[in-house]
């Protein structure tokens, strides 16, 4: 295990886990600061679990940061009767979003509730609330803003689909063993990942290998690929009113820079910052820029 660069200022935030049945899935979530301080639920990307958001969490302290394991992954359950597919996780994650407590009282008096989607998730929270969810903002980290197939790592794109059909056309033993292959997880990890700094990207590479193949149900994960490469936030920021922050990357290979700044205009109220020398890892990269840009929007002046 790699020590973490954030895991002092983690450390300095309470946090306590919770589990509930939502939507037809035991849901493992876990809430980080003070229960009275202004609410933001975050939803994590294909694969990860709520220790890819960490890092932001431990630059947020003051809030009630609110995460769990999408069903599927990490210590979450698959869905009982839903397919894990947009539609699914939106409706998943309305539910969710009121079983947290984060539209309770507490919330209001703080403000109400942010709610933020990193990758995969900027698309499951863009669709919760195109379809009906109103947090008070939303902000989207590394969106998914254009499709798969047309960014700068199409290639990568699709050798993607091609490992994840093989995978599925496997035996389940066979198609579990190539889904958890450490050395693809291993190049998936190091194509992202853009710092040069050895440390940290020492610790990128291990918490891809300890928590990228945290499912146990092989269906789930196809079903949920297949909606990352299927979708995009274009789909539903016109029908999306709240306020919108994108946090976006400079080298981003799954969308473009040049796309998300298409994408925002597409939103009523959308802000885009573009953070430098990073890639679609902002989260583990760069967590203290994005949670500065994230404690000025929520916070305006008084951040």
């Not at 994590?44 to 009630?64: M, N, S, T, W």
Request: aromatic share 8%; no cysteine; hydrophobic share 50%.
């Amino acid at each position: 295990m790699i020590a973490s660069p954030y895991a002092d200022d983690l450390a300095r935030i309470p946090v306590r886990e919770h589990r509930a049945l939502v939507a037809g899935s035991d849901t493992a979530w876990w809430e980080y600061g003070d229960r009275d301080a202004p609410a933001i639920v975050m939803v994590h990307g294909f694969r990860g679990d709520h220790h890819g958001l960490e890092p932001i969490v431990a630059k947020l302290p003051g809030y009630r940061v609110i995460v769990p394991d999408l069903p599927g992954f990490g210590a979450s359950s698959t869905f009982a009767g839903a397919e894990h597919d947009i539609d699914g996780y939106a409706a998943w994650l309305t539910a969710f979003v009121a079983a947290s407590g984060a539209t309770g009282a507490a919330a209001r008096a703080a403000g109400g509730y942010t709610l933020l989607g990193h990758s995969f998730g900027s698309i499951i929270v863009s669709a919760a609330v195109a379809g009906g969810l109103e947090p008070d903002r939303l902000v989207l980290v590394n969106p998914i803003g254009a499709p798969a197939l047309d960014g700068p790592r199409a290639i990568m794109t699709r050798l993607a689909i091609g490992y994840y059909r093989a995978a599925a056309a496997l035996p389940e033993r066979l198609g579990f063993a190539l889904l958890r292959n450490r050395a693809i997880v291993r190049v998936m990890s190091v194509t992202m990942a853009k710092t040069e700094e050895p440390a940290l990207r020492r610790f990128i590479h291990d918490q891809h290998d300890r928590y990228f193949s945290a499912f146990s149900d092989r269906d789930a994960v196809l079903a949920a690929f297949r909606a990352s490469v299927s979708h995009d936030v274009r789909e539903y920021a016109p029908a999306i009113q709240v306020p919108v922050l994108l946090v976006v990357a400079e080298k981003d290979d799954i969308t473009p820079l040049a796309a998300q700044h298409r994408l925002a205009p597409l939103f009523a109220d959308g802000t885009i910052a573009v953070i430098d020398g990073v890639g679609h890892l902002i989260h583990y990269e760069t967590p203290a820029e994005a949670a500065a840009h994230i404690r000025v929007f929520i916070e305006g002046e008084r951040a």
